[in-house]
């Protein structure tokens, strides 16, 4: 498993040479969202699709 210092290197190696910091800091919180929704997913901290459906945004 690769550190969090090498994770987002690897990020910003992947990145186009002309990419913002607006996308540059996009990539990185979308990273970090998916890595979180994955522990939240092993540890059985979902929400079903009916209860989302349920929720007024």
């Given amino acids: ?3 969090i ?3 987002a290197k690897k990020i910003i190696d992947d990145l186009p040479d002309d990419v913002s910091y607006d996308e540059l800091i996009k ?3 979308f990273k970090r ?3 979180r929704g994955v ?3 092993q540890k059985n901290r979902i929400t079903s699709d009916e209860d989302l459906g349920k929720e007024n945004i």
């Fill in 33 to 35: 969202m998916v890595e």
């Fill in 39 to 41: 522990k939240d997913s």
């Fill in 27 to 29: 990539e990185l919180l």
């Fill in 5 to 7: 210092k090498d994770s």
């Fill in 1 to 3: 498993m690769l550190s």
